[in-house]
T-cell receptor
């Protein structure tokens, strides 16, 4: 079974702090994703990566950056956290980008910025 | 602009009855649709999908129906079980695979014993 592990379940950070959210997958998947989930808005794509050191912006990349130095690890970085980045963050991976390769999600990190 | 809409935030159904979750979309370029299920404190898990060349796909108790002319899809769960209580997200893609999935807002399904 695919395992996508997010390092923190809950995080509380102060406005202006630099925040790192870490995600590791154990199935040698090429593609990794970061989403945020907000009530009434569903899941929105922040960034995705289709290979080591390769990344593309999703629908809401502003205020975020990502890093993929190794195939199994995909980090989401909030350079200067703001209160409107309080959210549930979900990491996902998949082996391909075709229709028959559904996303496998981690359990999420609930980030609160005060 | 919400391209994929789940207009019912919540739904309550008696155990053993049919649960019907609905999803509407606006983009006629969408050609593949998926449903994900999410339990509290867990990530979403893939449930079932359908291509636009079909109007129905069935997997055990779960059936997804697609009405392209109405830009509407629905997920039927028969019979509903307490373990089906979860948030259900529909998602749509328009030819570019997983990286261009657009998700709906989610519907919380509660199955009452």
């Amino acid at each position: 079974d695919v395992k996508v592990t997010q390092s923190s379940r809950y995080l509380v950070k102060r406005t202006g702090e630099k925040v790192f959210l870490e995600c590791v997958q154990d199935m040698d998947h090429e593609n990794m994703f970061w989403y945020r989930q907000d009530p009434g808005l569903g899941l929105r794509l922040i960034y995705f990566s289709y290979d080591v050191k390769m990344k593309e912006k999703g629908d809401i990349p502003e205020g975020y950056s990502v890093s993929r130095e190794k195939k199994e690890r995909f980090s989401l970085i909030l350079e200067s956290a703001s209160t409107n980045q309080t959210s549930m963050y979900l990491c996902a991976s998949t082996w391909g980008l075709s229709y028959n390769s559904p996303l496998h999600f981690g359990n999420g990190t609930r980030l609160t910025v005060t | 602009d919400q391209q994929v809409k789940q207009n019912s935030p919540s739904l309550s159904v008696q155990e053993g009855r049919i649960s019907i979750l609905n999803c509407d979309y606006t983009n006629s370029m969408f050609d593949y649709f998926l449903w994900y299920k999410k339990y509290p404190a867990e990530g979403p898990t893939f449930l079932i999908s359908i291509s636009s060349i079909k109007d129905k796909n069935e997997d055990g108790r779960f059936t997804v129906f697609l009405n392209k002319s109405a830009k509407h899809l629905s997920l039927h769960i028969v019979p509903s079980q307490p373990g089906d209580s979860a948030v259900y997200f529909c998602a749509a893609s328009g030819g570019q695979g997983a990286q261009k999935l657009v998700f709906g807002q989610g519907t919380r399904l509660t199955i009452n014993p």
